[in-house]
DNA sequence: GATACATAATGAATACGTTTCATCATTATT
DNA sequence: AATAATGATGAAACGTATTCATTATGTATC
């Protein structure tokens, strides 16, 4: 175990020229240097490299095989070492994004779209194996940015804001909660509640708003997407909690209607939570400016 | 231009043993140096290539790319470090044969079948394309053995003797010249005359038989292969002259007459010629071994 | 939450190996 | 045969990877 990459570069310089001397100028070395370094590898391998007594140098068959070695390997050696330098650079590198809030594709993945084009050089994804526990996965290089509505401290990770949004009670139209302005926890008693298929911890419904006032829906239906759930409603198969950005449109073209949840409604913020030593690579700091952006243009807070 | 296979070296360690300090274990190194390895690439390539803050330690996007060239990297290099320690125990290498003469196929392919079985990792083959002039060839290393009956002088090559051989007129049963005991050149100025298709300086019955005495058949007739000479000499379209093991069997099986070329007969030595550093490589040695025994086992000299 | 344990980071000193320098030997070219 | 051009060689210089000794950090254990 000897053998390094400095050989092999040599190798190949010796064999593109036909002559240490040419070799030593291209690769800023002496001829002395690299006569040495051959003499070196071929006494630890115990066998010619070159055969000394032509002119134009030739190599030996075991010579050759480490000429094949060299173009073999050299040019993925120096591919790998520019994306590092792109990486340094904040223009290639690793997005694999979890989101918390299932509502979240609606907004993310039309950004997603936008946001590949502007950095082709980012591998983006979103992990769903992950979503159950995004904060440990982000901390140990599993994730690179996790979508929250609840920040956690540790100061090895920043949660940037990204917009704020309120909690909506979607209801069919003519629904006789409709006629509230304000809903409360007591009303949902003797509804059917339609939620995605998560931990109930991890549903603002019920840890925000059901769960302090003691209430149980009568039914608890999960459905996976979010189209679904709003079919579902407007057929008045039950009632959804569903963020505002997710009902905007819907409830515009009267085909769903929205009520504030309490005495205030149940607002909160969204969050892009990242490792404090990325938070400043330029293809994070573009990815969290979008984001934000994608909140200014149409993701606003409808005040009920 | 920095990155050494000790780094991928390291990398793969680390990434193996997910610690430093095991890693060095592994590496004989110290934690200390394997640290400030690290640090080094990180600092060079001006990003981090691992999250310090896990406890089995974690590659950053980055340093997952490292960790993947070492994987592509590695076991191709380890292979041909193999090899070549193999070449340098002369059991593999490269044996590119070429022939001057051409009946010397006869003995030579069935010799390199069962070399060929002793010696697998060699890489045996006979090179047609530079036959004309093998010598040049052999020195700059196109070639590795040439079979040849005329040794050159020069210290950077070594002639071996395989075997002696005789040259002999092939005539058909009851041709007129069956009738000489010893023929003469002046006895084929009415034959017609089957050689093999090359220079004629490179034919023995020209050099050394015809031209010192000044005779020309009555018609040349070039061949290429020996089995279609001696079926044409069999048939009355001509004579030849071949090498003694080529005929051997024919003539004993009473398909074809032989006779001596002049007062004493010619006689030749056939030759192995390679480099002089390769003279002690073990599979040269037996090469050159296994032709001689080629000769013992019948390739005797016909005395005519 | 404090303590002990393991592991990594750091700075200075060392040791090692590569490179250079100066020179000689060899090989092509005229 | 003479002369460039090129490669080989040995000793010295240089740079840098490694070690040593120590501190810092993080992880388990009580």
Redo the contacts with the bound molecule.
Sequence with gaps: M?L?L?HLRSFLAIDET?????A?ERL??????L??????LENYYGTPL?L????P?RLTPAGRKLLELARHVLPGVEQVEGELQRVARGRAGRLHISIECHACFEWLLPLLDRYREQWPEVEVDIRLGVSFDPIPALQNGTLDLVISSDPVAGNDLVFEPLFAYQALLVLARGHKLTKKDRVEAGDLADQTLITYPVERKRLEVFSRFLQPAGVEPAFVRQVELTAIILQLVAGRRGVAVLPDWVVREPVRQQRLAVRALGASGLFGTLYAAVRSLDRSVAYMDAFIRLARDAAGSGNGVVTG
């Design positions: 000897y390094e400095r036909g002559s240490l001397a040419r030593a800023h070395l002496t001829q002395s240097a006569s040495h370094q051959v003499k070196a070159f000394r007594s032509t002119k140098l």
